[in-house]
C-alpha cells in the first residue's frame, strides 16, 4: 500500500508540472501523511542521513 501511494502521488505530482525535487519530497510527506506515520520520523531520517563524515567534511574544508 505504501509503495502504491508514494508512486501514484509521484506520477501525480509530475503531471501537474510540480518540479522533479520538490515532487519526491511532496510524494514522501503525503505516504506519511496517509500511512499515519508520524512526521518526526521522516525528520529523524533525514538528519541521520546527513550525518555523515563526507557531507560533514565538505564545509569544514570551505571554512578553512
Do not use: D, K, R
Not at 508514494?6 to 510527506?29: M, R, T
Not at 520520523?41 to 533525514?46: E, H, K, P, R, V
Amino acid at each position: 500500500m505504501e509503495l502504491t501511494v508514494l508512486c501514484a502521488s509521484f506520477v501525480i505530482f509530475l503531471l501537474l508540472g510540480v518540479p522533479v525535487a520538490f515532487a519526491i519530497g511532496l510524494s514522501c510527506l503525503a505516504t506519511f501523511a496517509i500511512e499515519g506515520l508520524p512526521f518526526e520520523t521522516a525528520i529523524q531520517m533525514m538528519v541521520s542521513g546527513m550525518n555523515v563524515f563526507s557531507f560533514l567534511a565538505i564545509p569544514f574544508f570551505i571554512f578553512s
